[in-house]
């Protein structure tokens, strides 16, 4: 059987980033409170909570003085204002792309466009995007949410960093038809833009394609979407334990993509197991 890894995968820019802050922090104060969980990947969190990680859900789960870490994927200026108060020490560990993100809403809304976002409503990260618009906002999770509420109406719209190119296109080109005016930034991180096209060509590839990652993990869950809407069959882990000898039986060549929030000790993990199969 022949394993071929997708090209880039593994590790984004932010979550390296997020994850050298983090470990830098650990070693250096021992006891760090992130709020929310602050990679997707539990197998990751798990290691780094052996090292002194705790992770809270409020601002009000922060000791007063203790050290507070901010996720790749950001929190709204309100979350940041409370961990401010408590805080001896707030690690911005936000994401450029997401900075990015959070910016350009907020000067869409200052220009007095109505901010419209692509995205996952309940996602930590447009929640945060979502709380830096002063004005009108809306998040919509593809073109067949664009209602008649916007016709004749100036319309900003960005994206969440990790959602699909073609999603993305097709909401634009549907408020092109509606709108009198319209200011699009493409925010979709270049990491994620990178792990779906390397998908897609796994897709033309491989006879199976696995994807790696958190479950929890919004990029890990669109590369899998791309696998499955390729036609390729295609299987979602979050570790090498959960592979089955059934799947990869009669396939000769196995494609391996991995989300930006999967480290590279799972992916060895996966690797090692699908050679001794
Ligand atoms: S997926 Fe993109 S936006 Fe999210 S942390 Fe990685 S590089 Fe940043």
Redesign the pocket.
């Given at each position: 059987m022949k394993i071929i890894i997708a090209e880039p995968t593994g590790l984004?820019?932010?979550?390296k980033r997020?994850i050298t802050t983090l470990e830098e922090a650990l070693k250096r104060f021992g006891r760090v409170y992130a709020l929310g969980s602050p990679i997707h990947n539990p197998q990751e969190i798990e290691r780094l909570e052996n090292f002194g990680l705790a992770v809270v859900h409020e601002p009000s789960g922060v000791p007063e003085g203790a050290v507070s870490f901010v996720r790749?994927?950001g929190v709204t200026p309100e979350i940041f204002a409370a961990l401010r108060e408590r805080s001896a020490n707030i690690i911005d560990g936000t994401?450029?792309?997401?900075k990015n993100a959070q910016e350009r809403a907020k000067t869409l809304s200052q220009e007095g466009y109505i901010v419209i976002i692509l995205g996952d409503v309940s996602h930590p990260?447009v929640r945060g995007i979502v709380g830096c618009v002063s004005g009108e906002v809306h998040v919509l999770s593809g073109a067949a949410e664009i209602t008649e509420q916007f016709r004749g109406k100036r319309c900003g719209i960005l994206s969440q960093?990790?959602q699909r190119v073609e999603t993305f296109a097709a909401l634009v080109a549907g408020f092109v038809s509606t709108t009198p005016e319209i200011k699009v930034y493409n925010t979709i991180?270049?990491?994620?833009l990178a792990r779906q096209q390397s998908v897609r060509r796994l897709a033309g590839e491989a006879e199976g394609i696995i994807v790696l990652g958190g479950k929890n993990s919004a990029?890990t869950r669109k590369l899998a979407e791309i696998g499955a809407v390729s036609g390729v069959p295609t299987l979602w882990i979050e570790h090498a334990g959960e592979l089955e000898r059934s799947w990869v039986r009669d396939k000769r060549a196995i494609g391996i993509a991995a989300g930006?929030?999967t480290p590279d000790w799972l992916m060895k993990e996966l690797i090692q197991k699908l050679k001794m199969m």
């Open positions: 984004c820019f932010g979550v997020a790749a994927h994401c450029p792309f997401v990260e960093t990790t991180c270049r990491a994620t990029n930006g929030s």
